[in-house]
């Protein structure tokens, strides 16, 4: 069907926005032109242009100021999906392809995306098991070109630099005064854990700043096992830290983020009562959960940064009230001591 202006009947191409003859906007451009929708073109514009610049942090404040504007905008979903793959964050990324097919599901590209991301994690799980069957020197030594090179030459170094210190500890003992007891030298100092089953697992966390945090085996499952949760994965929380604190081992401190980084006061309630809920289902043993959101808020100059924006506590005996049909105004009693980030929207 032959697209024509509504005013003077000229004949018209099907993207054009308005008539080159009369020049009336056609219809549907009044929408596609509106100051929200130039803004979020913007901002995707700006974030397209720092992802490709390698400059991640503010590509994803671009992308999180388009989401607090348009939720459902399954682009910035994608891109962000984009900018945590850049930076091998494949959880991350995984996460964001899989939330923007929740809005678009047929979606060929994204599709793509997330098939292609999950093969290279196969393809990386296959390759970590047929190195594990190895011995330890061709573990080491396994690699390609350069990089194998530059393993066993530092390999090397750190050997004869060992027999050098080794040599030389020798040698100072040989000449050692006759009175200087050999006991005389202090031990290292000994660190051990509240818990001598816990094993320490350096692992990258996206709530901390310096990025690397240490966390026990079992909190590694907890914080797997938060994210499953069903009630959390509907409501799209994003729980990023678990941590069970070592003083008394019934306190669970988790810190969780809002669907498209919101700082809403009402979401961050019922979701903080979501988390809450899967805390005290997936550990019997938790009395006390103490939880902490982080959200999207524009610093002094109007940019948008992650920040922690509300903290609050929650105690077993108020599992009851945070039932996932709850309002906000049914949950906020049952989260005690609560601190707001005056940045957080109400």
């Known amino acids: 069907m032959t697209k024509t202006c509504p005013e003077c009947k000229t004949t018209l191409t099907d993207d054009a926005l308005e008539c080159p003859a009369c020049g009336a906007l056609i219809t549907g451009a009044e929408e596609r032109e509106s100051p929200e929708h130039r803004d979020v073109e913007v901002l995707m514009s700006a974030a397209e242009m720092h992802l490709e610049r390698g400059e991640y942090d503010e590509a994803i ?9 348009d939720p459902e905008n399954a682009a910035a979903h994608i891109m ?3 900018i945590y793959a850049e930076q091998e964050r494949v959880q991350d990324a995984a996460r964001w392809y899989e939330m923007a097919l929740e809005i678009e599901p047929d979606n060929r590209v994204c599709i793509e995306k997330l098939e292609n991301l999950r093969r290279t994690l196969s393809e990386k799980d296959d390759d970590s098991e ?34 050098l ?13 006759p009175d200087q007891a050999v006991g005389d030298s202090y031990p290292p100092e000994q660190f051990s854990y509240p ?32 994210n499953d949760n069903q009630l959390v994965y509907s409501r799209r929380i994003a729980v990023d830290d678990a941590r069970v604190d070592p003083r008394g081992k019934v306190t669970l401190i988790v810190t969780f983020r809002n669907h498209g980084n919101s700082a809403n006061r ?22 006390m959960i103490n939880v902490r959101c982080v959200a999207s808020v524009p610093d002094e100059a109007g940019r948008y ?9 929650v105690g077993r005996g108020s ?5 996932p049909n709850s309002t906000a105004e049914q949950i906020a009693p049952a989260l005690k001591n609560q601190w707001w980030n005056p940045l957080a929207r109400s």
Not at 169 to 174: A, F, G, H, P
């Open 305 to 313: 940064q992650m920040d922690l924006v509300f903290v609050a506590d």
């Open 61 to 69: 404040d671009r992308c999180t100021a388009v989401l607090q504007q």
């Open 319 to 323: 599992a009851p009230a945070l039932k």
């Open 266 to 287: 009402e979401e961050i309630l019922l979701n903080s009562g979501a988390v809450a809920s899967a805390g005290f289902s997936v550990n019997p043993q938790i009395a």
């Open 130 to 163: 047929s190195t594990r069957n190895l011995g330890w020197f061709d573990r080491f030594v396994i690699g390609r070109g350069f990089e194998s090179s530059i393993r066993i030459i530092t390999g090397a170094s750190a050997a004869f630099a060992a027999l």
């Open 195 to 226: 818990d001598s089953r816990r094993k320490p697992v350096v692992v990258e966390s996206t709530s901390a700043p310096g990025g690397l945090l240490e966390r026990a085996d079992h909190e590694i499952r907890l914080l797997r096992q938060l």
């Open 165 to 177: 210190i080794a040599a030389g500890l020798v040698s100072l003992y040989s000449h050692k005064q």
């Open 80 to 82: 962000l999906g984009d």
